[in-house]
């Protein structure tokens, strides 16, 4: 197989785009395809200040070195979770990402949610709702809040995530399995700022494959996280990752049909607006972050239950 550009070997065949590339011009087709959905989402202006959330893992970092690479000014944001039984995975992947930032001479802001919170993510989930609660669940929106609070603070324009077109895809059809329309509504490549407080958040690699996203990685000589977090076995996303993956090795571009034709029918009005439930939130009485939740957020009241009462999360 050869490069349809310049008929030197193949380092990659895109089945889906009928397309294969050597190296060079993979490791340039990827930026490339990057901006045109920042562009065709209107996610962000080149001037804009980004604000990357990096997790040690392939997408994240990969998704760094390309808006980089095309100019953006984007800084990091690594949340330390606490996770450090077994193989070690938030201090491993905190210092890949502080040596991936050093190396390329990046503004990399890093959270311990242990040490400014006062426990980790394992423990505020065995603390809350007596144990019942999954650590998963505690570490989403642990995450959210913080990010968002960051762009707040210190004025990103927003917040861009690795979430690749595999990740959307799964998103979907777990959300269309159970037709929960409140997340298929807001589940889009850009969520506004639709009130002051909210970052607006965007998914630049949306359109783009996982097996791509690592081959640009491994391409680009990135060095990441191999291992998963010990605590995504058996998650639901990755039971719908391998039966989309099956679907795609027999019809090659199943995936991306799939998520383009979910987009493509939402702005057709397929959703009803005001199915969100967005327009329902308002100021934490603690933290002043929005929420949905009456009084205090969702973030708020886990560290109420589940730390001493010296350490709550910090007011505005
Ligand atoms: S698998 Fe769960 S606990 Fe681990 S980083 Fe992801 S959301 Fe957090
Ligand atoms: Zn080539
Ligand atoms: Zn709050």
Redesign the pocket.
Known sequence: MRCRICGAPAAINMRQHKLALCRAHFVDWIPEQTERAIDHYKMADRGEKLLVAVSGGKDSLALWDVLHRLGYAADGVYID?G?DEGIGYSGKSRALCESFAAARGLNLQVVSVPAVYGAS?PDVAKKSMRGRRK??SV??LVKRHIMNRICREQGYAALATGHNLDDEAAVLLHNAMTWSGGYLVRQAPVLAATRPGLARKIKPFCRIYERETAAYALMQKIEYIYEE?P??EG?STLYYKEILNRMEEDRPGAKLQFYLAFLQAKDQGLFAPGASGESDLHECAQCGQPTSAPGKCAFCRLWENATPPGLRPPSP
């Open positions: 979770l996770i993510i650590p998963c570490c989403g977090c605590y995504s998650s």
